[in-house]
């Protein structure tokens, strides 16, 4: 339990002598500054020589509870609010070597990891409604297994297919008809691509056997 000191004018036999020393050395503009807190009802938590932000030769004072008076500071006297664990007002007078402090606030909210993550996630594969497929349709595994081959109208195209976590189709790897002659490739624009991958995502799960099909991006 925390016990009220008198000013700091006032040596008290209860503080050791070399905090007494350190509170003596206070400017006149901090001494009245503690003057009038601890007169309000706040009290000193800690004095220490030589600790952060003071130099070696100033001294700190940290209160127990945020600055309680809302008078001016005392002529000389400026106060910065810093965003620190370890101190939140650093109030201080002519060069800096003294410093009376008060306790952190509330730590700031963790941020939300699943909005942030939902922030950089792409976005989700909407298929478009499909036309009446042509009556040579198909698909086919190639002979690794890692690729669709859809069969449409004479001509072929390959999506990426992969099972080793989940299976999954890959969007992007669609882009290109190829003809029955070699070299014969003509690009998708992105509308046919999507229907063309709609329908390789319909038949899919007959040729898989699982309708648990993972699309990305």
């Known amino acids: 339990m925390r016990t009220l000191l008198p000013a700091p004018s006032m040596p008290d036999p209860r503080r050791p002598a070399a905090e007494e020393q350190s509170l003596a050395e206070f400017p006149a503009g901090l001494r009245a ?3 009038r807190e601890l007169a309000a009802g706040n009290t000193i938590e800690w004095i220490r020589a030589g600790s952060h932000p003071a130099p070696p030769i100033g ?3 940290m209160l127990a509870r945020p600055r309680t008076t809302s008078e001016p500071l005392p002529e000389g006297v400026r106060s910065y609010t810093r965003s620190s664990s370890s101190y939140s007002d650093e109030i201080t007078e002519g060069v800096g070597h003294f410093y009376v402090l008060t306790p952190p606030g509330a730590p700031p909210d963790m941020p939300s990891m699943d909005a942030i993550r939902a922030t950089h996630a792409p976005p ?6 499909a036309p009446t497929p042509p009556a040579d349709e198909h698909i086919v595994l190639d002979i690794r297994g890692e690729t669709i081959v859809y069969h449409a109208g004479g001509r072929h195209t390959y999506v990426r297919w992969t099972y080793t976590n989940g299976h999954r189709l890959v969007r992007s790897s669609l882009t290109h008809w190829q003809g029955a002659g070699p070299g014969q490739s003509v690009a ?9 991958f ?3 995502l319909a038949l899919a799960p007959r040729l898989v056997g699982t309708a648990n099909i993972i699309v990305e991006p």
């Open 33 to 35: 500054l503690l003057d």
């Open 59 to 61: 001294a700190c004072v």
């Open 124 to 129: 989700e594969w909407t298929p478009p409604v």
């Open 188 to 196: 998708m624009s992105p509308e046919e691509g999507d229907r063309v």
């Open 198 to 200: 709609a329908r390789v």
